[in-house]
């Protein structure tokens, strides 16, 4: 099964070691693993509300600036 629990080393080498420990996590547990990311809907919608809300905090807290082209610009982002 898994080795003891181990310390990633840093920089590039250190995350692929991170991935490898992950793969093996995921087969040895019978979960799979794919070799690229799969984005599935609810993730990536999950991800835009949170992108949206972010954005909007900022805009809320940014100095008064000259907006006026964004709102033909952008999408309304308040719903």
Do not use: C, K, N, Q
Not at 1 to 14: C, K, Q, S, T
Not at 35 to 43: A, F, G, I, N, Q
Not at 52 to 64: K, S
């Amino acid at each position: 099964m898994l080795e003891e629990a181990r310390e990633p080393a840093a920089g590039p080498a250190g995350v692929a070691g991170v991935a490898a420990l992950v793969r093996e996590f995921h087969e040895a547990f019978g979960l799979g693993a794919a070799d690229t990311p799969v984005p599935r809907p609810d993730s990536w919608r999950l991800r835009i509300a949170l992108l949206r809300e972010e954005f909007e905090e900022y805009v809320d807290a940014a100095e008064p600036v000259t907006w006026s082209r964004w709102p033909t610009r952008w999408p309304t982002w308040r719903t």
